[in-house]
């Protein structure tokens, strides 16, 4: 578990070095190109409330984070970590490079909407469209941007083809990730790229740090076998590179980066880095376990928050040297 798995077939990664010593108009829109996009009826604005937390009503069961103001603050924080890793672009193929013309992009599992605007913003001649189950998005935006309330596992029938598709920790959402990559593939244009930018769920640490029963490694464990009953693995973001080449996708790249547990690196924008993923992760524990230890492994809610408490006593001890795989894989549809 503290030991990256195989081979990579990493295109380029980062490398972290811990301290010498430790101190203490409306944009939503009501009608999809796709067939299967339904309006936003009171139903669908409609939510479940579970174990303190909302959850979406829409195919309701199907993704298993919440959708409350807590965990949508958290997601715009998350945002924030990326744009760090990444010197403030939204991604690294073609079309998030300075320059880069865009006519349409779609955002899959958009959230809140905050990549999706920004792009949007950065390119205002493209037509950008962003999809996910939960109304999460904002009421009004630039006019290029445009939500929509979908499943992405049910038939694409978009009346034109995008020229960038970006796609954001959806590893657990999908179910089938060769037909998903297929779809993908079949609504871009000729030179059109797809991005996925996914998390390893599996912590790791390469100097072997982290304690005997590791509170953090088995929340990983519990969470893997829960989202296997669900029939939605947490696949290995590597795999998705081979996977992406035997649908078609030419050029595949795959870059991978470490984002600290906390802030026990040595170099400051790392540490910094780690900070904020303290942050981060100290909130994501309970939107990642709550419902699937409760629904799949039948906890009480008191039962989880005590695991928890042991979960961040873990993300707070910089004596462990642990991040998390953070992957960047892209590829381009041929000409």
Not at 122 to 146: C, I, M, R, W
Not at 200 to 228: H, N, T, W, Y
Not at 244 to 270: C, H, Q, S
Not at 283 to 299: D, I, K
């Amino acid at each position: 578990m503290n030991q990256p798995a195989g081979d990579q077939q990493v295109d380029q990664e980062v490398e972290l070095v811990p301290e010498d010593e430790l101190s203490d108009e409306n944009g939503v829109e009501t009608q999809s190109l796709a067939s299967s996009t339904t309006s936003l009826s009171d139903s669908i604005r409609d939510y479940v409330f579970e174990n303190g937390r909302t959850y979406h009503r829409y195919k309701e069961g199907k993704y298993n984070m919440p959708n409350d103001e807590r965990e949508n603050d958290r997601m715009d924080m998350q945002h924030h970590m990326f744009l760090m890793t990444l010197g403030g672009r939204l991604g690294i193929s073609p079309p998030c490079q300075p320059g880069a013309q865009v006519q349409r992009a779609l955002d899959v599992g958009t959230g809140t909407g905050i990549w999706a605007i920004q792009y949007a913003e950065d390119h205002p001649e493209a037509e950008v469209y962003g999809v996910d189950l939960s109304p999460t998005q904002p009421d009004f935006v630039v006019p290029n941007v445009k939500f929509e309330i979908d499943d992405i596992e049910e038939e694409w029938t978009y009346s034109q083809p995008f020229d960038y598709i970006h796609c954001r920790f959806m590893t657990s959402s999908i179910s089938t990730w060769k037909e998903y990559l297929t779809n993908c593939y079949d609504n871009l244009s000729p030179g059109g790229y797809i991005e996925l930018q996914e998390a390893e769920m599996d912590p790791q640490a390469d100097d072997g740090s982290f304690p005997p029963d590791c509170a953090l490694v088995r929340f990983a464990i519990l969470l893997k076998e829960a989202a296997a009953k669900f029939g939605r693995v947490f696949i290995e973001p590597p795999k998705l590179k081979p996977l992406m080449a035997e649908v078609g996708f030419e050029d595949v790249t795959l870059v991978r980066y470490k984002w600290p547990i906390n802030d026990w690196p040595k170099d400051p924008r790392w540490k910094e880095l780690g900070a904020w993923n303290l942050e981060n992760n100290l909130g994501a524990a309970e939107s990642l376990a709550m419902a699937p230890l409760t629904r799949a492994h039948e906890w009480s809610r008191a039962e989880v928050e005590v695991f928890l408490e042991e979960v961040r006593q873990d993300l707070r001890n910089r004596a462990i040297h642990g991040y998390f795989p953070l992957y960047f894989i892209y590829g381009r549809k041929p000409l």
